[in-house]
């Protein structure tokens, strides 16, 4: 892979010279001190001092609503309004882990038009990122990025070093090629690697997700789920805030004073408590450890037998968000046995009250 | 900038494809048959579907459900559904008349593993709505009939006013290569000339099976399936050879929406046809 060298100084001019014809969008800080994608019109507004952002990246592809199709008896006219060329800055490794297994969904079976127009018409430029007491990104090797972004800025004292992801990519350097520095010296090289070997040890949480399948499986009809439903609200925050959470709702809204409907695609969560309600009253899973297990069977389970590794990757904005503190760290502790924790304790006792 | 629309050329699975309703007239107090054909001619007779699979429909304005291909791929160029008047989309549908617009498109699903039933004997026990996916394969058989060794039918309704293709089976049952059984749970008509009782009490009246040379199909309510099992596994017929349909809550039909998942699969593309073995095996499908 291509490697080159760019002073922090040239960093805006060169987002100036990619965003020429396209939406800039990149982390910035909300009133909240929460970080967000946003659509940049003022570059002093991106923050790239940021952990992770209230919602993944996904929802530049596949936004919370938006519309599929115009139909009316004329037939369906095909809506893609939300693909617009745009440059996405700032991309944290966990987050591109993220938008490759979305990729890989997308793709698989019926390809998904929506999300992959979406995507390649999006420039994604990844950012290096220093984790917090929630990252356990390492636990699930998403920490390194070695595909799925044009860019991947590696950010070292008053310099980046820029890899070179595809073809899209270099042809945005050739942009302003006067702002980049081909030659790496010897000590950027050590300074990136001391960088590297200093991020490694500042992970604080690790999850052991080799045995999570088994424990998924061997825990099934264990106690822990009856206490963990009790106490989960069924809000559903918990899969808007995941990156790998992709399930979705489809609405028909008729368009006032227009002779046809719009058909909506909303986001939706398997933790709602008519997610898999059918015709006649039946709702397969009625209870909330019903709909608990299904969202860790996705985590946990399902994607590491399928593919090797979890659909989870460390990002923390389940730990972030949980108003209860159900989240992908307590639950994996949980199924180890961990009944001694705080954390545990607390849940047990809210629910025994 | 090269970021500026490119164009994907991926077709697009949710686009339904505009269909006509050539007929519609009920089945039961609550269930209407619906003939439909694609209005693209072309695409209306190279429509190939295997039985046990089923369709998105929908109806502008109210939205889109699946159903079942009632009809045999052995007859090309009309969709048949039965179709329960539940909710939205069900009602809109019920409210549409011969010859109105409708979307379909599919086929989705795994549908019914038809070659390797090929020279088994085929054994389907249908109650209620499960003969809107049943009767695709009961008419493929006997479409096909010399492919196939026995085919027995046993249908079950709660009375003889509810029962689904009522006049169709009786028909059948004429025919000597079939052997069809019929019963209602009560006979609140007095005019009913064929079993009373729960679909069960069919079982004794088979002639005797030969259980490793039998495929079971099996269609109906929830409370139904338990009680066929037992009935299946008391005639020995393995576990993987005891095949059901089951449903689920679909928006998508093509694996994206999630809702239809169980387990690490989901029903829509790995689905709705699953061995009894599946279902024990994975947890939560019944
Ligand atoms: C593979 C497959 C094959 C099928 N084949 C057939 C068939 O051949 N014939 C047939 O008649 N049906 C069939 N069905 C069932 C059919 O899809 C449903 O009856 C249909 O989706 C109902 O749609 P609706 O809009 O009319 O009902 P909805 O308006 O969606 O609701 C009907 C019922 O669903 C439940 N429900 C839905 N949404 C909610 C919600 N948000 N909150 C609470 N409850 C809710 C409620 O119980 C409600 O009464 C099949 C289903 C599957 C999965
Ligand atoms: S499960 Fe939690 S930590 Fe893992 S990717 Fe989803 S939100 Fe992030
Ligand atoms: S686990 Fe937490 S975030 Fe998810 S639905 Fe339950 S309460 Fe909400
Ligand atoms: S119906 Fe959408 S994933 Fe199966």
Redesign the interface.
């Given at each position: 892979m291509k490697i080159v060298k760019l002073k922090k100084e040239n960093l805006h001019p060169f987002l100036q010279a990619v965003s020429q014809d396209a939406e800039l969008w990149a982390p910035v800080r909300l009133s909240n001190n929460k970080h967000s994608f946003q659509l940049i019109d003022d570059f002093s507004k991106i923050d790239l001092d940021y952990t992770r952002t209230i919602l993944p990246p996904r929802k530049l592809f596949l936004p919370p609503e938006f519309n599929m199709f115009q139909a009316s008896f004329q037939g369906y006219q095909e809506d893609y309004s939300h693909v617009t060329p745009k440059v996405l800055f700032g991309v944290h490794p966990c987050d591109l882990h993220g938008l490759l297994i979305f990729d890989q969904f997308h793709r698989q079976a019926f390809e998904d038009p929506y999300y992959l127009k979406a995507r390649e018409n999006t420039l994604v430029f990844g950012h290096s990122c220093w984790p917090d007491e929630y990252c356990f990104c390492q636990s699930t090797h998403t920490h390194i990025i070695e595909e799925g972004y044009d860019l991947f800025f590696s950010e070292l004292d008053d310099y980046y070093l820029v890899w070179i992801g595809s073809s899209e990519g270099d042809d945005c350097l050739r942009l302003t090629p006067e702002l980049f520095e081909e030659s790496i010296s010897e000590e950027d090289i050590k300074s990136y690697i001391a960088w590297q070997e200093k991020r490694n040890r500042a992970f604080q949480l690790h999850i052991n997700f080799v045995s999570m399948p088994d424990l998924m499986e061997l825990r099934y009809h264990h106690p822990l789920w009856e206490v963990l439903g009790q106490a989960c609200l069924s809000c559903g925050s918990c899969s808007m805030v995941c990156p790998t959470c992709n399930c979705y709702n489809v609405n028909d809204h008729p368009v006032l004073g227009k002779n046809y409907s719009e058909i909506h695609r909303c986001w939706d969560s398997c933790m709602l408590e008519n997610y898999s309600a059918v015709a006649g009253g039946e709702n397969f899973r009625e209870k909330r450890s019903q709909r608990l297990k299904l969202w860790y069977t996705h985590k946990l389970q399902a994607y590491i037998s399928k593919y090797g590794k979890p659909a989870c990757v460390g990002c923390g904005r389940c730990l972030v968000t949980c108003p209860v503190d159900i989240n992908i760290y307590t639950v994996s502790r949980a199924l180890e046995g961990e009944q001694v924790d705080a954390f545990w304790n607390r849940l047990a006792n809210e629910v025994k009250q | 900038?090269?970021?500026?629309?490119?164009t994907?050329q991926?077709?697009?699975?949710?686009?339904?494809e505009?269909a006509r309703i050539v007929r519609m007239y009920p089945l039961t107090e609550d269930v209407k048959f619906f003939q439909v054909r694609l209005v693209d001619i072309e695409k209306s007779l190279s429509f190939q579907y295997r039985p046990g699979q089923f369709a998105m429909i929908?109806v502008?304005?109210?939205?889109?459900a699946p159903f079942s291909i009632s009809s045999t791929p052995s007859r090309p160029g009309l969709l048949e559904f039965c179709i329960?008047q539940?909710?939205t989309v069900?009602r809109a549908i019920f409210n549409l008349k011969e010859n109105d617009?409708i979307?379909v498109r599919g086929p989705y699903g795994n549908g019914f593993p038809i070659e390797k039933m090929e020279g088994k004997d085929i054994l389907i026990v249908m109650g209620g709505l499960g003969a809107a996916p049943l009767r695709s394969v009961l008419l493929y058989c006997l479409d096909n009939r010399d492919l196939f060794g026995r085919v027995i039918l046993l249908h079950g309704a709660k009375r003889p006013a509810e029962m689904i293709f009522l006049q169709e089976f009786l028909d059948l049952k004429k025919r000597s290569d079939l052997e069809c059984y019929l019963t209602v749970d009560q006979d609140d008509t007095g005019q009913w000339v064929d079993n009373v009782g729960v679909v069960t009490t069919l079982f004794p009246q088979l002639k005797e099976i030969n259980p490793n040379q039998t495929v079971a199909l099996v269609c109906g309510p929830?409370v139904m399936y338990k009680f066929v099992i037992q009935e299946l596994l008391k005639l020995n017929i393995p576990k993987d050879q005891i095949l059901m349909t089951l449903?689920?809550?679909m928006?998508?039909g093509?694996?994206?929406?999630?809702?239809c998942?169980i387990?690490?699969i989901y029903t829509c593309?790995d689905g709705p046809v699953f061995t009894y073995w599946d279902v024990i095996h994975m947890?939560?499908l019944i």
């Amino acid at each position: 892979m291509k490697i080159v060298k760019l002073k922090k100084e040239n960093l805006h001019p060169f987002l100036q010279a990619v965003s020429q014809d396209a939406e800039l969008w990149a982390p910035v800080r909300l009133s909240n001190n929460k970080h967000s994608f946003q659509l940049i019109d003022d570059f002093s507004k991106i923050d790239l001092d940021y952990t992770r952002t209230i919602l993944p990246p996904r929802k530049l592809f596949l936004p919370p609503e938006f519309n599929m199709f115009q139909a009316s008896f004329q037939g369906y006219q095909e809506d893609y309004s939300h693909v617009t060329p745009k440059v996405l800055f700032g991309v944290h490794p966990c987050d591109l882990h993220g938008l490759l297994i979305f990729d890989q969904f997308h793709r698989q079976a019926f390809e998904d038009p929506y999300y992959l127009k979406a995507r390649e018409n999006t420039l994604v430029f990844g950012h290096s990122c220093w984790p917090d007491e929630y990252c356990f990104c390492q636990s699930t090797h998403t920490h390194i990025i070695e595909e799925g972004y044009d860019l991947f800025f590696s950010e070292l004292d008053d310099y980046y070093l820029v890899w070179i992801g595809s073809s899209e990519g270099d042809d945005c350097l050739r942009l302003t090629p006067e702002l980049f520095e081909e030659s790496i010296s010897e000590e950027d090289i050590k300074s990136y690697i001391a960088w590297q070997e200093k991020r490694n040890r500042a992970f604080q949480l690790h999850i052991n997700f080799v045995s999570m399948p088994d424990l998924m499986e061997l825990r099934y009809h264990h106690p822990l789920w009856e206490v963990l439903g009790q106490a989960c609200l069924s809000c559903g925050s918990c899969s808007m805030v995941c990156p790998t959470c992709n399930c979705y709702n489809v609405n028909d809204h008729p368009v006032l004073g227009k002779n046809y409907s719009e058909i909506h695609r909303c986001w939706d969560s398997c933790m709602l408590e008519n997610y898999s309600a059918v015709a006649g009253g039946e709702n397969f899973r009625e209870k909330r450890s019903q709909r608990l297990k299904l969202w860790y069977t996705h985590k946990l389970q399902a994607y590491i037998s399928k593919y090797g590794k979890p659909a989870c990757v460390g990002c923390g904005r389940c730990l972030v968000t949980c108003p209860v503190d159900i989240n992908i760290y307590t639950v994996s502790r949980a199924l180890e046995g961990e009944q001694v924790d705080a954390f545990w304790n607390r849940l047990a006792n809210e629910v025994k009250q | 900038m090269k970021v500026v629309n490119k164009t994907n050329q991926t077709k697009n699975p949710f686009l339904p494809e505009p269909a006509r309703i050539v007929r519609m007239y009920p089945l039961t107090e609550d269930v209407k048959f619906f003939q439909v054909r694609l209005v693209d001619i072309e695409k209306s007779l190279s429509f190939q579907y295997r039985p046990g699979q089923f369709a998105m429909i929908s109806v502008l304005g109210a939205g889109e459900a699946p159903f079942s291909i009632s009809s045999t791929p052995s007859r090309p160029g009309l969709l048949e559904f039965c179709i329960r008047q539940t909710g939205t989309v069900t009602r809109a549908i019920f409210n549409l008349k011969e010859n109105d617009l409708i979307g379909v498109r599919g086929p989705y699903g795994n549908g019914f593993p038809i070659e390797k039933m090929e020279g088994k004997d085929i054994l389907i026990v249908m109650g209620g709505l499960g003969a809107a996916p049943l009767r695709s394969v009961l008419l493929y058989c006997l479409d096909n009939r010399d492919l196939f060794g026995r085919v027995i039918l046993l249908h079950g309704a709660k009375r003889p006013a509810e029962m689904i293709f009522l006049q169709e089976f009786l028909d059948l049952k004429k025919r000597s290569d079939l052997e069809c059984y019929l019963t209602v749970d009560q006979d609140d008509t007095g005019q009913w000339v064929d079993n009373v009782g729960v679909v069960t009490t069919l079982f004794p009246q088979l002639k005797e099976i030969n259980p490793n040379q039998t495929v079971a199909l099996v269609c109906g309510p929830p409370v139904m399936y338990k009680f066929v099992i037992q009935e299946l596994l008391k005639l020995n017929i393995p576990k993987d050879q005891i095949l059901m349909t089951l449903e689920r809550r679909m928006k998508c039909g093509v694996g994206k929406c999630g809702h239809c998942a169980i387990d690490y699969i989901y029903t829509c593309l790995d689905g709705p046809v699953f061995t009894y073995w599946d279902v024990i095996h994975m947890r939560e499908l019944i």
